[in-house]
Every structure is written in structure tokens, then in C-alpha cells.
């Protein structure tokens, strides 16, 4: 028997840590939590100091079994779990059910899963952090009071099965105030000027009106930029002012767990929680062949930028290698660790710098490695010199009234450019409104007017949030933590409060109903301030500055108070959610009123109980296709599998069928058609219809048009967030907007 016992959290870890240790350690999992609270009560005494009743989760029994077995004959136990809140509620857990004398066992953490890493907690052990557990407990207790004594309000009120959460349903308030400001939004129409000019010695450029007499300029509408363009041709151009200066830009900060969400939505379009699956992948242990098992990333649940002094000085040595001695800063890069951090572990990195991205590649996915890449290159880019510009800003008065300015900058070191760039981040290079600078020009040159190109444009309303950009609010909100933003995200995905739209998440109108209720009636616990205070109060349990207890007291006798007046009003709440109509019940002649259900709207008749007639709110939406078996008009359904084609002669005929995208199969022999179909997990996809005899299928929309470079029959509509829709070939690769994508209208003045 093995002399020492390593319990660690997940199985994919046993491989990767069991290579690192010799015979005489067992490496066993917990496979994750052991013990939570039971899903049929509450679970918590309320009256006992908010004591939560922890049982066994079904199912881990028998892990706990063998656990303890091994346990048992151990001379030393060494729990290993993640270095988090979490994984320290498993670990003293874990402590508890082995039913073996406390000096035997040992908590053990490390931020990378390495040889050097595991010895060095072996070598150190230290005794399981209880404030870190009265933390994770408290977070676990309040979500259970709010989770369990808010839902059944949604279920008196709306129906049955809603669920309502303490962070959750602040992000669904985010993105439903967001949406309102969207609605609300009116579009103000504004015009500018850019002229083009020519000097003697330069060749035709740009220039942009800036100012009117000293003050931005305010050009309402078409008229009033007539009158402009009308008094620039009679006024002189002259270079008024010439401005050459350099400037740097510095890199980011390694990853933190928000940020490395955030630029892998926005450069690879996955969602948070995929983006966390594959990092846990990552840290956990990638098999390279004859090397085994290799944890390749540091711990990826963190809001720290820190590194460690080791780290630091590799990547300075590599850098040196690989791109040249002036890549390096003078002194290595040190970066501010934000306000609020728990600061508990360092920023993601890759765990050595012997494992290059194009080394390993074979040994991974395509997914892995793009996010291998991405942290490998944002890590070394952060210890790299900075970016060098030689920016020109050309003032150009006309008359006394105008000044116009051309504006550019050229890249004379690339520094940390060279290998890591945000996309779309051209603003902080320095590059806005980058213009083609003349060259042989002088101040007090005068210049000829060649042409006056006055555009129009309206402000845009304020973007919906994405994934990305949620987490960002999030983070800089103070809501959430590291290990939750996937979480809170796919949970109100999942519950319908919100959907997908182009990579947009937008409110369902369940989801603002919801939403309506909750902050009407519990303003003071789902709002920012509330929550953010609560992510506080937790970092002060953790550090030993509060009690368990005490948050909960300060939390829960608030709270009960809003639950009572709540619950006194429910059938108020209810009614402010019917709609009355003019319709009239078939069969007992009282009101129709609009009411929510399971399946969303309806109306039902106002004798309810009394009489229950029924019928949906909306009719289906017609088409013009035929019904094959009755002739009859085919309808639009929704099922739980999405969209369908339906007789509308049902329930006499029960004839459906796929919708079609106006797509044939692209696949040589197949005479099947392109249908919308949904996956298991609610997403569509677009697949043949003779499937499972033709296997075609593509997240993209297909879209009935040729590619004109390689003329295959059928493009995909893809988006991205920068970029927004666009047609995309996938025989040949080429890209194009749309032809309908709208543009700015433009107005030349001879």
C-alpha cells in the first residue's frame, strides 16, 4: 500500500501529478464537491446561526468509501484541491468524512500543476483555511436564502419552475436596462467636412474639419452644412501649425480570468463557459506524447496580475533569444493589481516557456491552441518593450473662421506589436483618424482646395451586450468573482431570461418580466451596489475582518421584511401582469386576459377557476407553402426542439416538416434540402434534411448565393463583434459584406 494519500478534485489531474510522485503516493479524485445542500428544502437554520445542512451529494458515496479505505492505511493524507473558496470547502469536507485523526492531514495548493510546483507543497503543507471556508459558506447560504424564498414568489405570480438568483439576476437587470436605453434611443443626424488639398511641392491629402471659430464644429443637418462648404471655397488654405512628436504604447497585463474571457469571445467568438473548459484542459494536463501528461497554463481562475519573480525572468531571457536584447524594458514590467482583487493567485501563464505553441501543436486541439496561443503571447508581450510612434498632426487654417488638421503616425519600433495587438484597438496606437501625412511641407505653405467631401452620419445607440462585454461590466462592477462569470451567464441563457442574437445577449420578454418583478419589489437586493457590497463583505470573511454570522444577520433580516410585504401584494404582482383584452370567452362570456404560462403567453378566461378556457395569444404566422398531405396553408410552430412548418388544418391534419433556408444540399448525390434545425442544448444549427442518410450540417446560416471567386453554390452568414455581418465562403475561404449593409450617404458639392 501506497504510504501517502493525494486527493485531488478533478480525475483529469491524477495522470498529470501521479507522474511527478514516486511509488509511495496514491493519487486519488473527489470529483469535485462531496457534500452540499439538499435540493428538496432550504437547508439552512435560520434560528441556529444560519447553519447549513451539508449531506452527501448522491452518487459520491462511494467515492467517500474509497477514500476512506485508502485513508485509513495512510500515513499522511495531502488534499490537494483547487486554490480557491471552493476548493477549500472541499477540501474541510473532505477533512471531515475521512474518519481519520487531524494531524494526518494536510491541505496542499499550487497555482500550476508542474513537478516543481506539486514537490514544492508536498515539501510545505499547511492546515485548510476556515475563513476561506466560512466564505464560501456564506456565499452558498445567502445564494440559498435569496434562490429559495424569491423563486416561488416568480411561481405565484408568473408560473411555476422560474428561479430567480443573487448575482444572476443583477446580470439580467444589466442587460435589460442596457436594452431599454437601446429602445429609448433616438439618432441624432450630424454632418462632417474633410477636404482634399494639394501644395506645391506635395501630392493631393486629407484634412478634417475640426474647428469653427475655436469650438468643434456643430453641423446639424444638410442645410447648414451647404452654407459651410459654400464659405470654405472662397477662403484661403494655409498650414497654420505643424506638430511632430513621439509617442509609446505599453502592453496589457498578463490574463486575468475576465480578460482572457474577453479576448477569446472577441478574437475566437466562444462562449465564456467553453472558454473555461478548455483553460481547465489546459491547467489540468494535455498528453505531449513521450513528456506524458503537462499541466501548460498556471491556475485560470484568478483576478490577479501578478507574476512571479521566476516567471518574469524566463520571459526575459526568452525574449532575448528570440526577438533581440532591444525587446527588452530596461527594468521588468510590474503591473497594479485593481482595486478589490483577492489577489490569491497569479495571472495566467503558460507554466514553462519550453512548451512554444508551435512546438506542440500536433498534441492539441484546435480549440487548445488558439487559447494557448493567446496566453502564451499576451504573457511574453507583457514583459516586452514598449511601442514607438512618430506621430504628425498638420494644422491647416481656412480663413480665420476654419481649421482643419491631417493626422498620422508611423510605427518606428514594434516592440510587444510584434507579437500581441488587440483587435480593433488602432486608438490606443495612437493611429485614430489615421491619415496619409504629406511629406515637403511647411508652416505657412498655402494650399489648394481640390475638393469638399461633406458626409453625413447619425449616432448609434449603445451597444447590447455581448459576453465579452458583460463580463468586463461585471468585473469592473465588482460582481462576480473569477470562477463565476461562465456560470452567471449560461445560467440565464439556460433559464430563457435571455438569448443569443448575433452574439448580442438580449432580454427575452420573459427575462424582462422577470426582471420588472424582482427590482420592483426587491430594489435594495438586485441592484450593483448591493451585490458588489456583498463580493466585499465575503473578501472580509476570508480575511478573518468579519464573521460568517454576521454577514448573514446583516443580510437576512432585511431581507425577510421585503419577502413579507412581497408576499402580502402577490396577487397585486399577478394582476399587474395580465393584459385585459376585448375578446370574450366562447363559453362562459366573461374577459379574456393575457396571462403567462409555462410556454409563454396566452389568453385565458377572466372565471378562471371556474371556466378554463384557453387559447395562444398569437396566431402562427402563415406561409406559402402547401400542406403535402391536405393541401392547406403551412404555418410557423415553435416545439422544444424550435421553429417548424405545420398543417394549419391541425388537429385534423398532423402534417410538419423542417423550415427549408432556400439552400439545396451541398453534397455531390444528395437531393436533400438545408433545414434550421435546433441542438440538444437549444442552439441552432443548419443540417440536410435527409439526415441521418446525408450528414451535412453548419452552425452558419447558408445563404442562396454563389461565391464569386471559386463560384461554389451557396455562402454562410457569419458575424463577428467587430465587424458585425458578413458572407463568408467556406470552399475557398474568401470573405464580403453584404450587399444591403448600410452606409453612410455622401453629398459632393461642384
Known sequence: MSKFLVIVESNAKIKTISKFLGKDYQVMSSIGHVKDLPKQRLGVKIEEEFEPEYITIRGKGKILSQLRKCALTAENIYIATDPDREGEAIAYHLAEEMKVKGDKIHRVMFNEITEKAVKHALQNPTKINENKVAA?????????????????ILWRTVYRGLSAGRVQSVALRLICEREDEVEKFVPREYWSVTAELQGVKTDPFLSKLVKIEKKTPELPNEAKTRE???????????????KKKQVTRNPSAPFTTSTMQQAAASRFGYTSKKIMMIAQKLYEGIELGPEGSVGLITYMRTDSTRISDDAVQAAREYIALSYGNEYIPKTARKFKVKAGAQDAHEAIRPTSLKCEPRKIRKFLSSEQYKLYELIWNRFLASQMASAKFDQTAIDIAAGNRYLFRTTGSVVIFRGFLQLYEEPGDDSKSGQEDNMQVPVNISVGDVLKLLNLDPQQHFTKPPARYSESSLIKELDALGIGRPSTYATIISTILARKYVEKAQRQLVPTELGRTVNKILIQNFSNLFNVKFTANMEADLDEIESGKKRFVEVAREFYYPFKQALEEVDSKRQE????????????????????????????????????????????LEKPEVVEEKCEKCGRQMVIKHGRFGRFLACSGYPECKSTKPISVGVDCPKDGCDGAVVEKKSRRGRTFYGCSNYPKCNFATWNKPINKSCPTCQNSYLEM????ARGDYLYCPACKSEMEQEDKETHRAVAYG
Open 228 to 242: 459651410v462648404c459654400k464659405d470654405l471655397k472662397q477662403l484661403p488654405f494655409t498650414v497654420a501649425d505643424i
Open 573 to 616: 404582482i399577478r394582476d399587474a401582469l395580465q393584459e385585459p383584452t376585448e375578446e370574450k370567452c366562447p363559453e362562459c362570456s366573461k374577459a379574456l386576459i393575457i396571462r403567462w404560462g409555462r410556454n409563454g403567453k396566452f389568453m385565458a378566461c377572466s372565471g378562471y377557476p371556474d371556466c378554463k378556457y384557453t387559447k395562444p
Open 718 to 721: 457569419r458575424s463577428t463583434q
Open 136 to 152: 464560501q459558506k456564506a456565499r452558498r447560504v445567502v445564494d440559498r436564502l435569496v434562490g429559495y424564498q424569491v423563486s416561488p
